[in-house]
C-alpha cells in the first residue's frame, strides 16, 4: 500500500514528512540526540551542556537568565543546568562586584579545558548530517532555515490574536 499523499503538492509521501514543521522537529530532535550521545562518548557532558560551556568560554559575564534565555528554557531549567556543571567543577557563580545580588556564571580552568573540545564536537555531528550535500546545498539550506528562524521570531513577538472558543 502507498503512503497518503499530500493534497497541497500531490506528492506521494507520507503526510507526516510532507509537513515542514514536523520534519523540521523531527531534524531537531535527532540532531539533539545524536549530539547528546557523541559528547557524552567524547566530553563527558550532554550536548546541552557542552553548549553551555561553549557559551561561557565565548561570552563573559553570563547570568542565570542569559542561559535561559539564549537557550530557551525557563529559569529553574538554567539553575538545574549550572548546578550540575558547577558540581562537576566545570563552573562556579561568581557575586556581582556593584550589585551583589546579581551571579555571573564563569568557567572554571577545568570548564576551559573541556570547552576546547566542544567544537569539535558539534562539528562532527554536524559532518554526519550534511554528508552528501554540495556546498551550494548547504549555502540554500542555511540561509532558508535563518529565513524560518527569523519569521518565527517575528511571529513570537506579535500579539496572538483572540479567538472564539468553538462548541457550545
Known amino acids: 500500500m502507498s503512503p497518503p499523499s499530500d493534497a497541497a503538492t500531490g506528492s506521494a509521501e507520507s503526510v507526516p514528512f510532507s509537513s515542514i514543521g514536523y520534519v523540521l522537529s523531527r531534524a531537531s530532535v535527532t540532531m539533539s540526540a545524536l549530539a547528546s550521545r557523541h559528547c557524552m562518548v567524547e566530553l ?50 561568581q557575586r556581582g562586584g556593584q550589585d551583589r545580588r546579581v551571579v555571573r556564571i564563569a568557567l572554571t580552568a577545568q570548564g576551559h579545558a573541556l570547552a576546547d573540545g ?24 542555511r540561509e532558508m ?7 518565527a521570531e517575528e511571529a513570537a513577538a506579535r500579539p496572538m490574536p483572540a479567538v472564539a472558543p468553538k462548541g457550545p
Not at 564536537?121 to 550535500?133: I, P, T, W
Not at 532555515?145 to 519569521?151: A, Q
Request: with cysteine.
Open 145 to 151: 532555515l535563518r529565513r524560518i528562524l527569523t519569521n
Open 44 to 93: 563527558g557532558i550532554t550536548a546541552t551542556q557542552a553548549a553551555v560551556v561553549h557559551l561561557l568560554a565565548t561570552s563573559p559575564a553570563v547570568t542565570a537568565a542569559d542561559l535561559a534565555r539564549a537557550y530557551g528554557m525557563d529559569a529553574s531549567a538554567a539553575t538545574r543546568l549550572i548546578s550540575r556543571l558547577e558540581q562537576r567543577g566545570l563552573l562556579s557563580r
Open 118 to 141: 566542544v567544537p569539535d564536537c558539534f562539528m562532527h555531528v554536524r559532518d554526519k548530517l550534511v554528508a552528501g550535500f554540495a556546498p551550494d546545498e548547504l549555502a540554500s539550506l
